[in-house]
């Protein structure tokens, strides 16, 4: 069994830059593809970036690219998330998941085995 626990959330205004965290426990970090994933109220769960489990490949969706960089130390059990130039649209509570074994890269929402809480990022206008 993991437990991922997410932080970093909170309020910001556009434009702003957060630091989301995701602290893993239970089994070796290192064996699993991290994804982040986003909900926005009244919206489906979206795939936001994902990191191989050497860290070496990332895979960006198109409307974070640029802004948003992950990154992960497996010494730690953490992977991060961070997110420069936040505009209010995605406001949303952000997901920590993770990939045991990998069908798909990159890995779809219904291939993880391991979510967490999620954390609540608020971008105001």
């Known amino acids: 069994q993991v437990q991922l626990v997410e932080s970093g959330g909170g309020l910001v205004q556009a434009g702003d830059s957060l630091r989301l965290s995701c602290a893993a426990s239970?089994?070796?970090?290192?064996?699993?593809?991290v994804a982040w994933f986003r909900q926005a109220p009244g919206k489906e769960r979206e795939f936001v970036v994902a990191?191989?489990?050497?860290?070496?490949?990332?895979y960006y969706a198109d409307s974070v690219k640029g802004r948003f960089t992950i990154s992960r130390d497996n010494a730690k059990n953490t992977v991060y998330l961070q997110m420069n130039s936040l505009k209010p649209e995605e406001t949303a509570v952000y997901y920590c998941?993770?990939?045991?074994?990998?069908?798909?890269?990159?890995?779809?929402?219904?291939?993880?085995?391991?979510w967490g809480k999620g954390t609540l990022v608020t971008v105001s206008s």
């Open positions: 998941a993770l990939e045991l074994f990998s069908s798909t890269w990159p890995p779809g929402l219904r291939g993880m085995d391991y």
């Open positions: 239970g089994r070796t970090f290192s064996d699993y593809v």
């Open positions: 990191i191989s489990r050497s860290g070496s490949s990332t």
